[in-house]
């Protein structure tokens, strides 16, 4: 979530002197409390901010609102704010997902596809001010939306701002996937142990996401460097020595094909018979190290190839299939 912050003292939109101000602002719109009553007499007492309310910290604050949010059926996230010179945030906007208005599209105009519009000049908000007691005290809350639409009861957990993946649940998503079962599986099998993807709290894309973000971070420094190195020295000592790699939509390495001379001879010679053979798995991931292998006149093993493959999905092994390969 992006996050404006400003070292100023007070918001541009409160029109009086913050110097004069001695009480709270109240709901801005007048239908805001029986927008509520109206429309979510399900919502407790408790659950709906209240002018006055008191937080000991801004994440705090933004749990709340969230949840508050989660029952209507909208997405928030965190706007403006204002910061001590000491880097304590002293007042802070939360506003719904659909706020502002997007600015104008500068790209080709002939282009097929625009972004969904997300900014529909919601003004839904809640304030939260600490300069005056020390503690987050909402100040300012606008409950009405405008006609951006809410999310019903059973969808309200796919909007941005409610997907969230514990730390349990991602240490379960890493034992699913050390285990060998694919993304999919294992999104399915931890949506059936919560009685539904609406309890689960995130997507498949978040889960997704979060497997490739991993990889990303668990890569250590220098490795990728260190790879291709040792690919590129294999290329100068054998000058028919082949590579390729192949990347994935983020750029980053997925799959990574090599044959050195010898194995482009057996396999000009032998290679009318392929078998893709995957069962070693030797590097510390546990990745699928396979080999492209036959049968050469004496009935002997020979290797025609070698790949060290991300996962064993039905994509990879596509990837892996392709022309008989040259001799230079």
Do not use: W
């Amino acid at each position: 979530m992006d996050t404006n912050v400003t070292p100023q003292r007070r918001l541009d939109f409160d029109t009086h002197d913050e110097n004069q101000e001695t009480e709270f602002d109240y709901v801005q719109f007048e239908d805001g409390e029986k927008f509520i009553n109206e429309r979510y007499t399900a919502i407790s007492n408790d659950k709906i901010p209240q002018i006055g309310m008191k937080f000991e910290s801004e994440e705090a604050a933004y749990k709340f609102y969230n949840e508050y949010a989660k029952i209507v059926g909208f997405s928030i996230r965190k706007h403006v704010a204002h910061k001590h010179p000491y880097g304590v945030i002293l007042d802070r906007v939360f506003c719904c997902s659909c706020q502002g208005q997007r600015g104008q599209d500068k790209r080709d105009a002939t282009i097929r596809s625009h972004c969904p519009e997300t900014r529909k000049g919601c003004l839904a908000m809640m304030k939260i001010n600490a300069r005056q007691t020390g503690k987050y005290t909402i100040q300012k809350f606008i409950a009405a939306h405008n006609d951006h639409g809410l999310a019903s009861p059973n969808k309200s957990h796919m909007l941005r701002s409610h997907r969230i993946m514990s730390v349990e649940q991602a240490h379960q998503a890493n034992d699913i996937y050390s285990s060998g079962i694919t993304p999919k599986a294992g999104f399915e099998l931890m949506a059936k142990q919560m009685g539904g993807r609406e309890n689960v709290g995130f997507i498949f894309d978040d889960y997704k996401n979060y497997l490739r973000s991993k990889r990303t971070v668990e890569m250590k420094k220098g490795d990728t460097g260190g790879v291709l190195e040792y690919l590129q020295q294999r290329q100068l000592e054998d000058p028919n020595f082949f590579y390729a790699i192949q990347v994935d939509q983020d750029d980053l390495i997925a799959n990574i094909f090599l044959a050195d001379s010898q194995m482009m001879a057996d396999f000009a010679h032998f290679g009318d018979v392929v078998c893709f053979y995957t069962t070693y798995r030797k590097c510390r991931d546990g990745r699928p190290f396979a080999l492209f292998v036959g049968v050469n006149h004496h009935k002997q093993t020979s290797i025609f190839g070698a790949a060290l493959l991300y996962d064993e999905t039905a994509d990879t092994f596509m990837a892996m299939s392709g022309e008989k390969p040259q001799l230079s």
